[in-house]
């Protein structure tokens, strides 16, 4: 069984673009995000540059709790991360995450006033890693179907994120 940390830590990184799924007035809104890459592995957080001036922010502000997924359907791993998110605009952290990517959308770097950072505090992770390939697949479902018992189509690890 592979570490859960460096799962999601090789899976994010992989992926880069998330879906995060915040609370609205009118229920639940998700929306792809571009996941912030450091040189460190996962650290129990996760970041996205955002215009501040957004619905997505207000609604964070409001409901803080959020769900991030991330899907590699290729090598058939999946994340989903719960937690909290938080906004700034504090500059030290936005200089300590920017790269030139964001550039492109805030043309006054970490002096516009529009960027902020959205750092979500993991809480919980769930990792399906699906190692098998589509022959193994196929046949775990083939014999499913004889036995009446439940294929082995891969592994799903759940874990509290301690901070």
């Known amino acids: 069984m592979k570490n859960t940390f460096d799962t999601v830590s090789n899976t994010i990184k992989k992926i880069e673009t998330a879906m995060m799924t915040s609370t609205s007035d009118d229920g639940l809104e998700s929306r792809p995000m571009a996941t912030v890459l450091n040189e460190d592995d996962f650290d129990g957080y996760v970041r996205f540059f955002s215009h501040k001036d957004t619905d997505k922010v207000s609604q964070l502000i409001n409901e803080p709790e959020v769900m991030v ?12 991360l719960k937690g909290d998110a938080r906004v700034t605009q504090n500059k030290a952290e936005l200089a300590k995450h920017w790269n030139l990517v964001q550039s492109a959308f805030f043309n006054d770097g970490i002096s516009d006033d529009d960027v902020c950072l959205i750092e979500v505090k993991v809480e919980a992770v769930d990792l399906w890693d699906e190692e098998s390939r589509s022959m193994k697949r196929a046949f775990e479902i ?3 179907i004889a036995s009446n018992k439940k ?3 891969g592994d799903h690890h759940s874990q509290n994120i301690p901070h």
Do not use: C
């Not at 997924?69 to 058939?76: A, E, G, I, L, P």
């Open 69 to 80: 997924t991330y899907s590699d359907s290729q090598n058939k791993t999946f994340v989903a």
């Open 142 to 144: 083939g014999k499913s």
């Open 151 to 153: 294929p082995d189509l």
